[in-house]
Nanobody, 119 residues
């Protein structure tokens, strides 16, 4: 069994910062790409940022220059540093990862963490 657990969400004023963390645990042999998505009610979940096992990154245009994704492979953890937050960044943020559990490579998701940015 593999689990992803997010933390770090909350309420922040516009212009502020938050750091999200997502730790993977369980039957993990290898972790490949990891990513952060977000979703607001009535809209599809959208990619925010992704990082490969080698450290290559990809960002949505709306967060480039403000958000930074990173990972600590020793801790099986991915981070999302969010700076200069805007009200439109308000959403539930989910992490995901492709993980080899010894039998197959599966796509796993966290439970989500709420980020609310007040104007």
């Amino acid at each position: 069994q593999v689990q992803l657990v997010e933390s770090g969400g909350g309420l922040v004023q516009a212009g502020g910062s938050l750091r999200l963390s997502c730790a993977a645990s369980g039957s993990i042999v290898s972790i490949y790409d990891m990513g952060w998505y977000r979703q607001v009610p009535g809209k599809q979940r959208e990619l925010v940022a992704a990082i490969t096992s080698e450290g290559s990154t990809n960002y949505a245009d709306s967060v480039k220059g403000r958000f930074t994704i990173s990972r600590d492979n020793a801790k099986n953890t991915v981070y999302l540093q969010m700076n200069s937050l805007k009200p439109e960044d308000t959403a539930v943020y989910y992490c995901n990862a492709h993980i080899y559990n010894g039998r197959y490579v599966g796509l796993y998701w966290g439970q989500g963490t709420q980020v609310t940015v007040s104007s």
